[in-house]
Every structure is written in structure tokens, then in C-alpha cells.
């Protein structure tokens, strides 16, 4: 019996110490989802359907989807094999991106200005954390749009959505797809990255004057990377509102700063 005690009370002593060292992962959440039905087929090459994983997406309309226009870079062997926001192992020789806001898993048709080329890619990440670029993908996806020289090009991003059914009408049968309402979720604004803290807390310090809520967050570093304080400020609950925000940031000079997913 003394034996069976002792084995319990060692139990008791190691699962506490054991969950020390568990890193906690914060849930994602994704805003809700919505069914739209599309106007009927367009001779638009740019609108035709996709065939994704056996299944069929189509480019979403400005009004329901999300169209971006900007500078697209590219990632590659220092990342390779870490993890992703979504919790992925980032290969560089797969085609995939990273976007700040668009939610985990969205598939989105990427478009080269300079050579018209494209490619669907799903946002499996988070990124890229510089002002003025829109998207950054993987080695294998900038490979077939011909990034990797330039390593920086202006693109396109079309959102995508998956068609769940189809609709009888009187112009004919038109697909029903569903989306997730991009403009909702839980959105934030960088406003700098510093590898000192002090200097961090300080800028915190000076919009706490002005924000209701400010974070300064440490930087998850991996090895052989400095450590990076990242000050942001506001929760919004659209992305409309957290662009307000930003622009406000960019007229009291703070022009580094950029709308993230929480």
C-alpha cells in the first residue's frame, strides 16, 4: 500500500513539472461563414473555376471577396521546416503563402504583373511583416511566377471560394459558393518591431495616451535570431476599422505601420 502512495505522490510531483515546459497554443478563430450565389458564367478567363483537391473554387466578386493589389517576396531555406501560424511545417518546395490578415486557409489566386503568370496558393501563414508587401510566398509557388530573381513584383490577390451546390434560375444553373466574410475577425496594428525592449515599452508607453489597449509582444525567435519586441495597438473587430486605424498611425508619422490578425 506504502509503495501504491509513494507512486502517487511521484505522479503528482512530475505531471506538474512535465506541463511547465508545454508550449501553449493559442486557438485560431476564423469569422463566420456565408453562401453566395455567383452571376451566371462570364467569358472572362480571369473568373473561371478551379479544381483544388477535387474540388471546385471560384474567384470571388469585389463585393463579396477580397482583391488586393501590392508588392508579393518570397521565403525559403531559413524557414524551411519550422513551424507556420497554422501550425504546418513550412517546406519552401510546396506551393503555399503568407498573408497578415486573410484567414488560415484560404486559397487565393496570386497574379505576376510583369509576366501576367499566376498561381493558387493556400495562406498557411502569417506575413510578410513589412510595410508595403502584401504576400509572401514559398520558394515553389515565387518559382512558378518567376519571383525568385526579382525577388520582390507587384501582384494581384484574389480570394477564392468553395462551391458547395448549384442554383436552378431562369439564366440557367448558377453555383452557390461558400465564403468566409474576410472583412470580420480580430485585427490589430503593428506599429514597430524593436530589439530592444526598453525602447519598445517606451513607444508603448506614449500610445497608451492615446489607444485603449496596447500590447508589446515578444517575437517568437529561433535559433540564431535576436529576439524582436513588436508594439501594437487596437482590437478591431473588421478590417475596415483596423484600416482606419492605420491610417491615423500613418498621419501621426508612425508610417511603418501595418494591420495584422490577432
Not at 478563430?29 to 473554387?57: A, Q
Not at 503555399?96 to 486559397?107: C, D, E, N, Q
Not at 507587384?154 to 474576410?182: M, N
Amino acid at each position: 500500500m506504502k509503495k501504491f502512495i509513494m507512486l502517487g505522490l511521484c505522479l503528482l510531483l512530475l505531471f506538474p513539472a512535465c506541463a511547465k515546459k508545454r508550449r501553449y497554443v493559442k486557438p485560431i478563430t476564423f469569422p463566420p461563414k456565408k453562401l453566395i450565389v455567383l452571376p451566371e458564367k462570364s467569358k472572362d478567363p480571369k473568373l473561371r473555376p478551379y479544381v483544388i483537391n477535387g474540388e471546385r473554387y471560384y474567384p470571388l466578386p469585389d463585393s463579396d471577396g477580397f482583391v488586393q493589389t501590392g508588392k508579393a517576396s518570397w521565403y525559403g531555406k531559413k524557414f524551411h521546416g519550422r513551424p507556420t501560424a497554422s501550425g504546418e511545417r513550412y517546406n519552401m518546395y510546396k506551393e503555399s503563402a503568407a498573408h497578415k490578415t486573410l484567414p488560415l486557409g484560404t486559397f487565393v489566386r496570386v497574379r505576376n504583373f510583369s509576366n501576367n503568370k499566376q498561381i493558387i496558393v493556400k495562406i498557411n501563414d502569417r506575413g510578410p511583416f513589412v510595410k508595403g508587401r502584401i504576400i509572401d510566398l514559398s520558394y515553389a509557388a515565387a518559382k512558378k511566377i518567376d519571383l525568385i530573381g526579382p525577388g520582390v513584383a507587384r501582384v494581384r490577390i484574389v480570394a477564392l471560394g468553395r462551391q458547395v451546390g448549384k442554383l436552378k434560375s431562369p439564366q440557367g444553373i448558377k453555383p452557390v459558393v461558400e465564403i468566409r466574410d474576410l472583412n470580420l475577425g480580430d485585427f490589430t496594428v503593428q506599429v514597430g518591431a524593436f530589439k530592444n525592449k526598453n525602447n519598445a515599452l517606451k513607444l508603448a508607453d506614449r500610445l497608451k495616451v492615446i489607444f485603449d489597449y496596447v500590447d508589446v509582444s515578444v517575437h517568437d525567435a529561433r535559433v540564431g535570431e535576436e529576439t524582436l519586441y513588436k508594439v501594437r495597438v487596437s482590437k478591431s473587430k473588421t478590417l475596415n476599422k483596423a484600416g482606419e486605424i492605420e491610417k491615423k498611425l500613418e498621419a501621426m508619422g508612425f508610417d511603418k505601420a501595418f494591420v495584422v490578425s490577432l
